[in-house]
Structures are given as C-alpha cells and as structure tokens.
C-alpha cells in the first residue's frame, strides 16, 4: 500500500508538472499571439491611411484588389493627396495576420512619420475637395476680358437682303416691301456638336418663309470654335459645309463655352448693326426651346420697330451666386454687388431692331461679364430700358402645379398659348410641333375636374415701380 501510494504520489506530481507546462506553453503562445497582433493593426492602418483618393486612382484595379479587406473605412476628402509609399506599389496581395519582418515594420513606422510631416508642410489649396474648387478661371478671366474682338470666320452678308419676287409678294400682303430687311430675325445659341438641334429648329419653328401677313423671317445660328476640337473631328469642315447648305451660320475666332456666351452676345449684336441694320425686331435664343413664332407675330402687332422694346421672362432682383460649386458661381471680385439689374432669361426674348441697335453701342461700353443674360440686364440699365415680363416667355420650363396635379404640361393645347418653353429635347420639339400643327388637333370639350378654367400662376410678381408689363395686355391667341 505505501508503495502504491508513492507511485500515484509521484505520477500526481508528474501530471501537474506537464499541465503547468503546457498552460504556460498556452500563456506564451497567447502572449506572442498578441503581441504580433499589436504589430499586425499599425501596418493595416498605414495602408489604410496611405490609400487616399489620388492613390487609389493612380494604382487602379490592382489597389482596388489589394484592399478588398478594408472597403469599409472611407478615406478622408480633406487630406492631402500624398504619393503612394512604397510597400503600395507591389501588386501582390495583402498577407494573413502574422507579424511582418522587422525590417518591413521599420519602414512602415518611417513612411508613417514621413507622412505626418508632409500633412504639416502640405499647400492648403491641394487639401480642398474638387466640388468646392471654383469652375472657372476668373483670375484668367479678368486678365484677358479686354480682348472682345474677334474675327468672323463664316459670314451670312446676304442673310437680311431680300428683293425680287419675295419683296412683290411682301407688296401684295399689305406690307410696302420698301426695306430690304426681313420682318423679324431669329437669333439660335448652338455649339458645332449640336447639329441635330440645329436641323430640327430648321425644320420646325426656326423655319425661314413668309407667315401671317406676308412678314419676312429669318434664321441664322450663333458659333464659336470648340474647346475640344478632338471630340469632333472635321468641326471646320461640318462648319463650312453646313454654311454651303442652310446659309445660316455665323461662327467666330473664340473658344465656344459657357462664359464666353457674352463674347457671343456682343460679337452678334455688332453683326447685327452692320449686316441687318433694318431688321425689325429680333428673337433670340436656345437651341433647346420650343417656340410659337405664330404667337409672337401677333404679339408684336401694333408695336412700333423704331422704339425701344424687350420682353421676356424678367429676373427681377436676383442675387449673385457665391457657391463655388454652381454653375453661375461669380466671386466678389468679379462682382461686389448684392442684386444683378433685371435681365431676361437667356432662354428666348424678344427685342426691336431700335433697342438692338442701341444695345451694340451700349454693350461696347460696359465691362464684360461671365453670365451673357445679367450682361445684357446691364447694358439694358446703360441705355435706360427696362425688359418687360411676359407670361408665355417659360424659360424655366413648366413645372406641374400643385393645384392641378391631373393637368399634363406637355400639351399641346397649352403650348398653343405660350411663346417660348426651355428645355426640351429634339424628340420632344419635333413632336410638339406636329401636334400643333395637326388639322385634326382639337381644344374644346375637354373634360375638367374643375368647373373653372385653370390659370397658371406667375411665380415672378408683378414688376417694380411703373415697369410696363404685357401680362395686362391680351396677347395670346384665343381659341
């Protein structure tokens, strides 16, 4: 028995021993397991924070692959856009969690200094996102705004001479064909990529003829030369051969974008005192808007071509935009004023040739600014006429009213009232004008919710002071 004892004694001891052995054995390998991911999270983190926006689009797929293990953490917009570190340049992909040579680990921590140091030697403009930066070169702007005068590459001089047989038919529908000059000339903003809009405008209210009363119009498109003149190959060629074809081009020597739209302004209106001095009035505007020529006609009736006339869709006090991310953004520098002079929505207005006229000596006098619609509001306010608001001038399109949610906008018998409409598509322009020009189009009888007639609503209010308005005046057609 006490032998047996001593053995299970001995035996005990030895059982111990190996458990303490192998717990510690436990407690080392959890140790250095831990310690190797103490190592393991700095490294994850320096890739993480090394792969800004810039490095992610320069290293591409093989980065997006790379870090398939930290989608979830964004990379911050507001830092600087740093190189890529060294260890981010290998293509291959991230190793399992074990701790990472020595020589590697002190690499990383010297990248991770490196990076702190050029956070704090940073430019400030680099770290500002690109939504906030502004969209144009102002600086470059105000620089070169003195250099309006440009040279007119494809000319339209016969454009306003009208003689022969059309000034015998103009003296038989009432009109004396004494002036060479059409009636009324309309003016369309294009690019030399928008060749479609062009054709449909062409083809349906831009069309050249005699209308109501045997009155003369005209049509001739604005141009500048493209800024990306590799994205349309052959521009000058479709430039002249287009010209050769319609006869209704006037492109000039200046880059075609959005805030050379005043050089466009100035350039036609100078075109107009020189070529169509006679014109009776004038309709300008977009390539992209519907317009009731017919309407306009009969608005005009009455008025009297040698006196000042503006009408369209008035922005009165306005405020210039400071958003850096608008497309109408315009700093203080450009312009400290707190309200623009009213102005008409570029969309489409109408003029007299007298007030076009006045407009070429005027516009030659005031500063040039960005926005062509504000600029022509200032060189309205030099010359002293204040632009009339018309309610069928939508220039801002027809949003649906609350008050009438059945009611289609795009309606034929509603467009049949209205001047003009932006914002429509080709599709959308070619077919509105064969529904208005439909015989079988019919307006009466139709079935209301309402008992009353619906009315639009005029969002703009009425005009400041004495301005004359021509909302009071029955101008639409009835029907």
Known sequence: MVTLRRILHVK??????????????????????????????????????????????????????????????PSNPSEPHLPPCKPQSKSKPPQSKVKP????????????????????????????PLPTLPPFDFDGYLREKDNRNFKLLIDQPEKCHIGGAEEEEEGEGGIKGTSTAPYMLIAVKS??????KRQVVRRTWGKEGLFQNGVSIRTV??????RNRTALPLWDRLMTYESQTFGDILLWDFEDT?????LKETHFLKWVNSSCPHVKFIFKGDADVYVNVENILEMLQGQKSDQDLFVGDIIIHAKPIRRRNSKYFVPEFVYGGGLYPNYAGGGGFVMSGHTARRLSSACQQVELFPIDDVFLGMCLQLIGVKPSRHQGFRTFGIPRPSAAPHLQTFDPCFYRELMVVHSLSVPQ?????????????????RTRQTSWPFKWKDK???TAGEEKDYVDKQVFITH
């Open 258 to 262: 959005f805030f050379n739209l005043t």
């Open 12 to 73: 005990a001891d030895v059982l111990c021993t190996m458990l303490l052995l192998v717990l510690f054995c436990l407690l080392l390998y959890a140790h250095q397991v831990v310690l190797s991911s103490g190592w393991d999270m700095p490294v994850w983190k320096l890739e993480i924070h090394g792969s800004t926006s810039s490095s992610r689009t320069l290293l591409g797929a093989s980065r997006a692959k790379a870090g398939q293990e930290s989608p979830g953490i």
């Open 460 to 462: 703009m209010g009425e």
């Open 429 to 445: 322009i070619w077919l509105m004008w064969n529904l208005l020009h439909d015989p079988r189009l019919s307006c009466h009888n």
């Open 221 to 226: 498109f604005l141009l500048g030369v493209p």
């Open 101 to 128: 040579p020595q020589s590697k680990v002190k690499r990383q921590v010297k990248s991770k200094g490196n990076s702190k140091s050029l956070r704090k030697n940073a430019v400030p403009t680099a770290s500002k």
């Open 191 to 196: 690019i030399p990529a928008d060749f479609d």
